[in-house]
């Protein structure tokens, strides 16, 4: 595995060509998908107790939102960039779609990188990550509409011993994942695709996913 600050294009679509994509049938479900948009840190996570960057760093990073207060489903959640699938659309398309309309990231077919594994949710989703390379990616804008605010989650945070964090609910057949991210954590259906990447592109190790729960708050 290259260090985190040395990860490039070509790494990131090898490794992830590494693992056939596990995908899920809808039955009856949404179809949605989420961008995994590996950027710069820039100037910093500035959330969950991460520290903020006096200069700019090219160190890679992850590109996540908090969810708009106003939003019906999962308001003020932590989430990848992304959106249910419009008629017509692979899942690439709509990923690069939801980053130009969430955040204000404009990029094409060219930066789009692999994808990992579905994750059906409870409430009622497939979900396909899509992962793209985002460069430099400055001049971000949250649509306030959905978006309450973005931020940039270095991958070397991903390489904590803690994680990932299981705890097996009495009432669930399947431990629920979390990802510890500064002094807080960030919950599947998001942290089971921190987490895959984090095995298969930073460590080469051929993980799944689709079989870890989610916390009750994340059912509705």
Known sequence: MPPADLLDPDTVRTRLASLPVQALAAEG??????????CEAGFGAQTHGLPKLEIWSAEPALLLTRRAASMRSHAGQWALPGGRIDALETPE??????????????????SVLGRLDDYATRSGYVITPVVVWAGAARDLEPNPAEVASIHRIPVSELLREDAPLLNQPKDQEQPVLRMPIGTGWIA????????????LVLFGRPTRVAHFDQPYFAWR
């Open 93 to 110: 398309q709509a990923a690069l779609r939801e980053l130009s309309e969430e955040v204000g990231l404009q990029l094409d077919a060219t």
């Open 29 to 38: 479900r949404r179809q949605a998908a989420v961008a995994l948009a590996v």
């Open 188 to 199: 599947a259906p998001t942290a089971a695709f921190l987490y895959q990447f984090r095995e």
